[in-house]
Each structure stands twice: as structure tokens, then as C-alpha cells.
């Protein structure tokens, strides 16, 4: 099963290097994220994410947040300061154990899911965040999963705002190194020396045609206020950042 696959390389990736696997940034492969900086760009999102739904003119209740694709805590922390209760959710049970170690709100909760649903009621939340996650889900069916559950667990009236490449050149999709790492681990190979002595790692890149993510949120009742374009899975990379509002309860199936 795919996802039974990708929680076990993201346990992996949560024990190797979890700050770098969560934000990959230039010079912080191999430990050397320095954690402060790491967590202060958590705040330095979420606040530009306040500031993009002042200028949208939305008015977003403060009661829950949910940050899906955690990692270690990064966004859910600075979330904390904003909602009164937060959860976070992720697939792997070795990031959440590190976030669990650092949790200092009496205000957040951590999950471990790796189910194709969400383990959380209809009309839960009042934002649904999340950025530089779904590309890393392991295929494009799941990723419509995910999107279909974000709206279902907003409340009317919420905010999802999330981020997700839109096109990947062909030459990008063949995801060698990933691959290799996946093939190497079934034959035994330690994740260890793959990643730290290869520099191979099993993070995949995913992506979902704009018209499919707009259909999949404007069917579960959402309508889409803004769609910005952006670099955030990369440079050579189309991604976009979506901001929708739920609107009305998803139509029930016939």
C-alpha cells in the first residue's frame, strides 16, 4: 500500500533528519538546522498567513486549527499563539514523537494518521493548513482524498489555505532518487547509509492540475478566493497557493 510505504520512509526521514526533511533549505541537510531559526520560520508563515487573509477581507474564527502534514511542529506552534486549540497531523509516528518532546501549549495536540480519510468530524475546524505536504503524498488519488477531507472537516464559514505544485516537468516525474532509495531499502540496505553516506532520501514530488484542486474544493462546497502563484516546491517547479472559504455543506452523493 502506498501509504503504509510512505509512513514507513517518513519514520525513516523523522529519526535521520527531521528538521530537513520538513523544510529542506540550502546548508540544513544532516542536522544542521539550527532550531530556533527552524521554529521562527514557522512564526515568520502563519504571520504572513494572517496577513493574507487580512488583505483577502475574511474574518476567520479563533476556535480550531488544523495543521495536516505536522512534521515536528514547526507551523503548529505558531498556530498556538493564533487558535485556541490546534492539532496537528501526520504520518509519521517518529515526527510526532519529536513534536510531543517539544510541546510547550497547553493548546496543541498531535496525531499520527495514515489513513486516506481524516480521523475528525464534519464541520471541525475554522482553518485547515497546510504547505509543503501534499506534494510529498504518495499519489495523485490520495491527494483528492486529502482535499475532499479538508473541506469536509471546515466549518462553514472556514479557511483552507494550502499549497501544491500544479506542474512538474516530465524530467522531474521520473523521481530517481526516491525510487533508487525505495528499491535499495527492500534489498536491505540501511536507511543510514543511503541517506547518510549516498545522500539518497525517499521524499517523492507530487502534483494536481489547478482545475482539479478548484473542482475537488468547489464540490465540497467551497468557493475560491484567491489563487496565488508561488516557488515553494522549487524553482523549476509551477506551485500555487490556494485560499478557499466553505461556502455550503457538500451536496450529498445520489
Known sequence: MPLEKSKTHWDEMGKLDPHWAILSE??????????????????EEIRGLQDAIEKLGV??????????????????YALADWFRNVVGVDISQSMVQHAVALNHHKNCQFLVNASETLPFLSGQFDLVYTAIVLQHVPEQKLIRNYIAEFMRVLKLGGLLAMQLPNHIPFRSRLQARPRLYSWLRTIGVSEQRLYGSWGLHPIPMRFLPEKEVVSIIESGGGSML????????????SSRTYYAIKKESAPLAK
Open 26 to 43: 540550502p546548508g540544513t541537510k544532516h542536522g544542521k538546522w539550527e532550531e530556533d531559526r527552524f521554529f521562527e520560520t514557522g512564526r
Open 59 to 76: 474574518k476567520v474564527a479563533s476556535d480550531w486549527a488544523l495543521d495536516f502534514g505536522c512534521g515536528v511542529g514547526r507551523l503548529t
Open 226 to 237: 484567491q489563487i496565488v502563484e508561488d516557488q515553494r516546491a522549487g524553482p523549476h517547479i
